[in-house]
């Protein structure tokens, strides 16, 4: 019998991030995967509380869920996103890195883990898995046209529609198009900026942003949709290596373990 694939599943702190990456973990199993789903101290301490029947050693649900810190103080504000992507980028690759080399030590050969699935917004964990020697996946939990959005910001630049500095509109409200086949977008709706102040939106922007060189180490990239449903951003896509695998709908599966895991405050504030 050859060796059971062991993949570290990463998702962004935030629960529209978690849910289908943990979704994800199940199908994997289903496939004959070990699965070790990493969540933010913070947030392991409020999914183990929802869902009290998970241990740290959920052999029921053939996921092992573990945490590492997130390099706030347990009372700081989390939806206060400056301090939130700071401490994302600078103090979680420290943690990521000490638990992988733990794992690749300590852990028998057929238990130790082979690939990362990484949330697109957490890339810096591919600099992390590429000197660890781990195959590498990104993971995109919502629409393929966001994540073609983000990918493409470079090429917004050099267009001349937003401003490098901060990801706003040069001109409000203007349409844009990437191909002729994506329907025209408005700027001022790009996922950068859609949150509830322009110095939010900026910090955000250059999180997403800084991304673009950490991303390369990533394989390929796997997104929850499906090609019939944005097929003209799939076509455009294609040679970015991106895998649809969506709808990642856990309320379509018999037996889900829960459907919503904390009351999320999503007011973003910033410093």
């Known amino acids: 019998m050859g060796r ?40 392991h301490a409020r999914l183990l509380s929802a869902m009290p029947t998970l241990t740290c050693n959920s052999t029921n649900l053939s996921i092992n869920f573990i945490s590492i810190p997130d390099g706030l103080q347990p009372g700081d504000d989390r939806n206060h ?13 420290l943690h990521l890195e000490e638990l992988i080399i733990k794992m690749m030590h300590e852990q028998p050969e057929h238990d130790k883990p082979t690939c990362l699935i990484a949330d697109e917004s957490m890339a810096w964990a591919f600099d992390v898995a590429k000197k660890t020697g781990l195959r590498t996946a990104a993971f995109w939990p919502a629409s393929a046209t966001t994540f073609t959005n983000m ?49 939010s939106n900026k910090v955000i922007f250059h999180y997403v942003y800084s991304n673009r060189e950490s991303i390369k180490n990533a394989e390929f990239a796997v ?31 018999f037996g889900k373990p829960a459907g919503i895991f904390w009351a999320e405050d999503t007011t973003l504030r910033h410093g």
């Not at 962004?12 to 199993?29: D, F, I, S, T």
């Not at 901060?166 to 408005?186: C, E, Q, Y």
């Open 81 to 93: 996103i400056a301090n939130l992507c700071k401490a994302l980028t600078t103090i979680m690759p």
């Open 223 to 253: 997104g929850n949709s499906f090609y019939e449903a944005e097929k003209p951003v799939f076509d455009y896509l294609n040679s970015s290596k991106i895998l649809p695998i969506g709808p990642l709908l856990s309320g379509r599966r």
């Open 4 to 43: 059971r694939p062991h993949a570290l599943l990463l998702p962004y702190p935030a629960q529209g991030h978690v849910l289908p990456l943990m979704e994800l973990a199940h199908r994997m199993v289903s496939h004959g995967f070990t699965i070790t789903f990493i969540n933010t101290s913070f947030n």
């Open 151 to 199: 990918r493409n910001i470079p090429k917004l630049i050099q267009d001349g529609i937003i401003h490098e500095h901060d990801g706003s509109a040069k001109t409000p409200g203007v349409i844009f198009r990437l191909s002729h086949g994506i329907p025209p977008m408005n700027v001022d709706h790009l996922s950068w900026n859609c949150f509830v102040n322009p110095e």
